[in-house]
């Protein structure tokens, strides 16, 4: 699984990054790792925006988030 | 329950810019200077000048709002689990790119606050600084696009992040004690304030929700044209809304482009000076609110990002690069054009393979 670290990276620079991920790996599930509320919240936002639903996992610093597309999983 | 929560932060920015575009028309009615009911470029320069570091004689005043909105997300961020010290991205960048853009608000005069509140009172040039604003952030946009980041920030101790809200509790003080090496205008936009009190709970009251909710006067703009988001563009659109309308009640609304208050006419660098800001704040991935209230979380770049906006207001009076209601200043354009150089070579070679 694709996965993209933008710990430590603010605003909107995680968000750049997600949206090259989905574009580069169309159709497949790609997590990013997220250090800040306001970078999990726009990501999900971007994802849903795509079509994708989005697992967050709570990690010890930051956020896991698991965006799979047209996915019947529960989002968070 | 995703979209339930997506609903509610949209209509909680909603609401907060609606609260703020008020509370911007109103704050000119209690007594803040016409068509500037709140500029952050603008209210910084003012508290450059009261600490003596220009000397503009009518542009010195401790601005209660400067310090209510990094108090406000300051009780935010702690109340709601946020608070966290950070920093250590590309800290001397940020400060250039804070200097910069301030040096761009003082050719426009006014920052992506000020500029609504302009065209929410009928000034046409607000909207030609707009549309710079807009091109900035296209302009800086191509270089994210293309990988431009300014690095990654660690996490530092809790205590680095006070260094800020501490250092406004103590402006604070000033302002209300005047020590004798304090500068105020006596006449002037400086002189020409709501009732300390007033000007500091209506900037809480902004500082607290501009945290919970995110409000970006840039990124509102850069989120349209980057992913096509409405999300912030919300906040944006409901600050002129009701920045216009409370105007309009009040009868604060004179249209047209010459003759307005704090403001000049001249199309060209109204916009490329707004281009410059829009840019550096695109870069730096934030509005000059944005950076208080960042700054109010306890992010260190955030606030080496505001002593840049201090350091360039104080610049822009020092070296008379500051437009005035005649138009630019013999220096202001070269200024402009020497900063969006700047911004391009940091553009151009900040960049990361992506």
Redesign the interface.
């Known amino acids: 699984m694709v996965e993209i670290d933008a710990c430590g990276f603010s605003c909107p620079i995680p968000v750049v990054k997600t949206m090259h991920g989905l574009e580069n790996n169309p159709g497949e599930p790609v997590t990013v790792l997220v250090d800040s509320e306001v970078s999990r919240e726009n990501v999900s936002r971007l994802a849903q925006s795509k079509g994708y639903t989005v697992k967050i996992e709570a990690l010890a610093e930051g956020y896991k988030l698991i965006l799979n597309p047209q996915s019947s999983e529960s989002t968070g | 329950?995703?979209k339930k929560q997506?609903f509610n932060?949209r209509t909680a920015l909603i609401l907060a810019g609606l609260i703020f575009g008020v509370g911007a028309s109103l704050l000119q009615k209690w007594g803040n200077p016409p068509n500037m009911g709140v500029c952050v470029a603008c209210f910084i320069r003012d508290i450059a000048g009261a600490l003596g570091l220009h000397r503009a004689e009518v542009v010195q005043y401790i601005r209660p709002e400067i310090i209510g909105f990094v108090l406000g997300a300051f009780i935010s961020a702690y109340g709601f689990g946020?608070f966290?010290g950070r920093g250590g991205?590309a800290p001397l960048v940020r400060f250039f790119l804070g200097v910069f853009a301030m040096v761009g608000f003082l050719v426009f005069l006014g920052c992506p606050v000020r500029a609504l509140v302009r065209l929410g009172g009928g000034d046409l040039n607000g909207l030609v600084g707009l549309l710079g604003l807009i091109f900035g952030a296209f302009l800086g946009i191509q270089f994210?696009?293309q990988g431009f980041?300014?690095?990654?920030?660690?996490?530092l101790p809790t205590i680095t992040g006070w260094i800020m809200p501490v250092g406004m509790i103590v402006l604070l003080l000033f302002c209300i004690f005047k020590p004798t090496f304090i500068f105020a205008s006596a006449k002037g936009p400086g002189a020409l304030h709501a009732a300390i009190g007033i000007s500091l709970v209506v900037g809480l009251i902004v500082g607290f929700l501009a945290q919970r909710t995110?409000m970006?006067f840039v990124?509102g703009w850069?989120?349209l044209i980057?992913?096509k988001?409405t999300?912030l563009f919300g906040a944006i659109a409901a600050f002129f809304i009701g920045v216009f309308l409370c105007n309009l009640f009040l009868g604060q609304v004179n249209w047209g482009f010459v003759g307005q208050p704090v403001a000049h006419t001249n199309h060209l660098w109204n916009f490329l000076g707004m281009t410059l800001g829009g840019l550096a704040a695109t870069l730096l991935?934030?509005c000059p609110l944005r950076q208080l209230i960042?700054t109010g979380e306890g992010?260190a770049?955030a606030g080496v990002t505001v002593l840049g906006l201090f350091a360039g207001a104080a610049l822009a009076h020092n070296f008379l690069l500051a437009s005035s209601k005649e138009g630019p200043s013999v220096f202001g354009p070269w200024a402009v054009i020497i900063g969006l150089i700047f911004i391009l070579l940091v553009g151009f070679f900040m960049r990361e393979k992506?």
């Open positions: 329950m995703a997506l932060q946020e966290r991205s994210l696009k980041n300014l690095g990654r920030a660690t996490k995110r970006c990124g850069r989120d980057l992913i988001d999300h991935g934030g960042l992010d770049d992506i």
